[in-house]
């Protein structure tokens, strides 16, 4: 199968900016507030793509909620710039996020430093190395009963199926929770609790209501009913847990949290721990679900790509090469996350143009992945581009980078390997219509509309 080259990309100078330079802004799209922030709430794909033909890479975007707008940029250059700067001169964007209701301050994702690097220190350790290891036959096991469950020959999105395999792996993970739970304990409540909030979480309520959570800390509306739903279900599953006669032997993250100290020798508050769990857990689960739900939604409309990735896996010919080019160009082509951001504390260098202190400036995961001096032919569906071909460390982001980059990656990437490998291995899949799902934007993220709507043609044990 032949392999993609990659084009020579021009470099783009950016960074700190010398103090004496002249502040140089980018384009500005030309439309109301409203607008922007409707559009690029609901149809992000099609807003920022055309932004750039019209005005370049890098642009400027205004929402209602954030009347100085916040940059977007394409350029691998200007990730890198902000990727390996100081955490102090470029704090996240996710301490202002919609996402900072409702998983707190103290969350790994909405803090900045220096409570983000304590943190981060605290979690690393389970979703590194041998633990990733331990959770595989686990994710296979899940995998397979899902798989025996789905109907033959009628039409299911995969969605839902996915995000059942990727809950099980995070309840077992974090809380040492396997197999069902008894009805009406907290176990069993957070587990409803979390997939109800994720299905109605697209309704045109639910958007406003994010739209109105921007930039605070305390919920409203909406928010504020699933935040009390969510701590109803967390906060006696670590008082449980915090009482078990085995808490130093167990070896789930919740148990390693409780017995964890900081640099200081205080332990974690339950607070703190809340806003842990449930990050570990709304990140966890639904984004890996709907990174496998997106790869399946471009393979059944790629027959070719399909092939290829069920001959090598059924003949065992290079199969974990072609389930890692398929996973990685399912993440480029269509990633979860589609945009990230930060605030530069100082002014900064994006190319040609210079930012003020205080300015947001978000890298577009959408418009990188879709840059065709980095991807040939960037909106076809070519797993085989990465057959010889290693992802960048700025150039492919699907899980953010630098000292942001997402913590359960390793897991993220074992999760989708063994399920993607079964259900190449079991199934024949078809779409059931030919036109591409769009994409609906729920949160921070972005999914398929009809959730990867299949029908398996064929099933074998």
């Not at 507030?33 to 932004?51: D, K």
């Not at 100081?86 to 790994?108: C, F, H, M, W, Y």
């Not at 290079?318 to 269509?334: K, L």
Request: proline share 9%; net charge neutral; charged share 25%.
């Amino acid at each position: 199968m032949p392999t993609l080259t990659q084009t020579e990309i021009a470099p783009s100078p950016a960074g700190p900016a010398d103090p004496s330079e002249p502040l140089h802004a980018p384009p500005t799209i030309a439309l109301p507030g409203v607008a922007q922030t409707l559009r690029f709430s609901q149809r992000q794909i099609e807003f920022v793509f055309g932004a750039r033909r019209r005005l370049g890479g890098t642009f400027t975007v205004r929402f209602v909620v954030i009347p100085e707008g916040t940059v977007v940029t394409d350029h691998p250059d200007h990730a890198r710039s902000l990727f390996t700067a100081k955490p102090d001169l470029v704090p996240s964007l996710t301490a202002e996020s919609p996402l900072r209701p409702i998983v707190g301050p103290n969350s790994v994702l909405t803090a900045n430093e220096p409570n983000h690097l304590r943190q981060r220190k605290l979690l690393l350790p389970p979703f590194h190395g041998d633990a990733i290891e331990r959770y595989t036959q686990m994710i296979s096991d899940v995998a397979e009963r899902e798989i025996d469950r789905w109907p033959r020959g009628r039409p299911f999105p995969l969605a839902p199926r996915m995000q059942a395999i990727t809950l099980e792996v995070i309840m077992s993970g974090i809380f040492g929770i396997e197999g069902a739970s008894e009805r009406g304990s907290a176990e069993h409540r957070l587990r409803t609790t979390v997939t109800r909030l994720a299905n109605t979480s697209t309704s045109p309520l639910a958007l406003l209501t994010e739209l109105s959570n921007l930039g605070r800390e305390d919920p409203r509306g909406l928010t504020r009913v699933a935040v009390s739903m969510l701590d109803r279900a967390t906060y006696p599953l670590i008082a449980k847990r915090r009482s078990a006669p085995d808490l130093e032997q167990r070896g789930d993250i919740l148990s390693l949290l409780l017995r964890a100290k900081g640099e200081d020798g205080e332990p974690m508050t339950d607070h703190e721990l809340r806003d842990e769990l449930l990050t570990l857990v709304l990140a966890g689960f639904e984004t890996t679900a709907n990174s496998l739900a997106w790869t399946w939604e471009r393979l059944v409309r790629n027959p070719s790509a399909y092939e290829c990735l069920r001959d090598a896996v059924r003949s065992d010919t290079d199969s974990d090469e072609h389930v890692e080019a398929t996973i990685v160009e399912g993440m480029r082509s269509r990633p979860v996350i589609p945009i990230i951001g930060r605030r530069v504390a100082v002014p900064w260098r994006l190319g040609e143009y210079v930012v003020p202190a205080g300015q947001g400036v978000s890298i577009s995961i959408l418009l990188l992945h879709h840059r065709e001096d980095l991807y040939p032919e960037p909106f076809s569906f070519k797993p085989e581009r990465w057959l010889d071909r290693t992802p960048g460390t700025y150039e492919w982001i699907p899980f953010g980078g630098g000292t942001r980059r997402c913590l359960g990656a390793a897991l993220a990437m074992a999760e989708q390997r063994v399920v993607l490998e079964a259900m190449a291995r079991r199934l024949d899949l078809e779409a059931d219509r030919p036109e591409p799902e769009r994409a609906q934007h729920r949160n921070v993220t972005m999914i398929p509309s009809r959730g990867a709507t299949v029908v398996v043609k064929a099933r074998t044990k």
